[in-house]
C-alpha cells in the first residue's frame, strides 16, 4: 500500500470525525447569560421601600440593599431544556468584609427567582426554550449589625457611610450568576468589572 494512499485515508478519516463534531456542536445546548440590572446600596433607617405587593414600607434599621436581574437564552439547541435554579454568588472576600456591618448569608450567595408581576409568585425552576429568553431577578435587604451602628453614629446623623462604599462597589462588580441544569451539573458565569468582556458568553 502506498504512503499516498494512506495518507487519503487518514485525511478522509479526520474530515468524517471533523464533520461529526460539527454536527454535534451545532446541535448541543447553549446558553447566553445577559445582565440587565445590578447594584448594591446603604439604606439607612426611616426610608420607605417596596415590601411584597408592591406595598410601601418604613425600615426600622439601617440596610445593605442587593438588587440582581438576569436573563437566561436558549440560544442552539433543538429542544428545551430545564434549569433547576438560578443563583449569584457575591465576591468572597468582600462579602467577608462587610459581613462586619451586615447579615450577609453564609453562603456569600442566595438564589434568583424566575421574574413575576408580583414577587410573591417568583419560581426557582424554568424552562428554556430556543430562541426564548427567561429573566430572573431578586430584591433583598440585609440588615445592619451593631458593629454598623457604631461607625454610623460616628459620622453623625444623615452622613453617607463612606467606609463601605469601596465594598459595595465592589460587590456590584464581582460576582457569579451560577445555574442547575436538568442533569444537576452547575454552570457558572463570572461577571467582571470589565463587563463588556463576558457579554452573551456561552455556557
Known amino acids: 500500500m502506498s504512503i499516498e494512499i494512506i495518507l487519503g485515508g487518514i485525511g478522509t478519516a ?20 445577559a445582565i440587565h440590572e445590578s447594584w448594591a446600596n446603604f439604606v439607612p433607617k426611616g ?15 439601617h440596610f445593605l440593599h442587593i438588587y440582581v436581574s438576569c436573563t437566561l437564552v436558549l440560544t442552539s439547541g ?35 427567582h ?17 430562541k426564548k429568553s427567561v429573566d430572573f431577578t431578586e430584591d433583598r435587604l440585609f440588615e445592619c449589625t451593631d458593629k454598623f451602628k457604631e461607625e454610623y453614629e460616628k459620622l453623625g446623623s444623615g452622613s453617607s457611610p463612606q467606609f ?16 442547575t441544569r436538568y442533569d444537576g451539573k452547575v454552570l457558572c458565569w463570572k461577571f467582571p468589572q470589565t463587563w463588556w468582556r463576558n457579554l452573551g458568553k456561552r455556557l
Not at 17 to 32: G, L, Q, S, T
Not at 48 to 57: A, D
Not at 97 to 105: S, V
Not at 164 to 176: A, R, S, T, V
Open 14 to 33: 479526520l474530515g468524517i470525525a471533523n464533520f461529526f463534531y460539527w454536527a454535534w456542536w451545532a446541535k448541543r445546548d447553549k446558553v447566553a447569560v
Open 47 to 61: 426610608d420607605e421601600e417596596t415590601g411584597p405587593g408592591g406595598k410601601l414600607i418604613i425600615l426600622n434599621n
Open 78 to 112: 433543538e429542544k428545551e431544556i430545564e434549569v433547576r435554579g438560578v443563583e449569584i454568588k457575591l465576591d468572597k472576600v468582600t462579602c467577608e468584609k462587610l459581613k462586619r456591618y451586615f447579615r450577609l448569608p453564609n453562603g456569600n450567595g442566595f438564589p434568583l
Open 114 to 130: 424566575k421574574y413575576a408581576p408580583d414577587p410573591r409568585n417568583g419560581e426557582l425552576e424554568a424552562v428554556l426554550q430556543p
Open 164 to 179: 463601605i462604599e469601596p465594598l459595595l462597589e465592589q460587590l456590584g462588580h464581582k460576582y457569579q450568576i451560577c445555574w
